[in-house]
């Protein structure tokens, strides 16, 4: 199993950005699949998560501005980003969790300039 994750990128405040978590050797829509983001200096921190049943969870600093979906097509989960704040700037992951065994990505950069 693995994922990967693209679509990061250097974006000014108050821009958009759509991330994508690519699984390749299990289908995704079986497993909650999560977004997670560290930020320079900091721990890593979930910020979403959509289930098997397709129910989404977000971190109360993104609620109203990120939008996690899945295309169950392409194997693919999404995060929408929406008015991006510098402080949402760090490296995001992507993260399946697949009978208790932890698949990470190698993260995708988002960096939002003031």
């Known amino acids: 199993a693995q994922v990967v994750e693209s679509g990061g990128g250097l974006v000014q405040v108050g821009g958009s950005l759509t991330l994508s978590c690519a699984a390749s050797?299990?289908?995704?829509?079986?497993?909650?699949i999560a977004w997670f983001r560290q930020a320079p200096g900091k721990e890593r921190e979930g910020i979403s998560c959509i289930d098997s049943d397709g129910n989404t969870y977000y971190r109360d600093s993104v609620k109203g501005r990120f939008t996690i979906s899945r295309d169950n097509a392409k194997n693919t989960v999404y995060l929408q980003m929406n008015s991006l704040k510098p402080e949402d700037t760090g490296v995001y992951y992507c993260n399946a969790n697949i009978w208790g065994q932890n698949y990470w990505g190698p993260g995708t950069q988002v960096t939002v300039s003031s």
């Open positions: 050797g299990f289908t995704l829509d079986n497993y909650a």
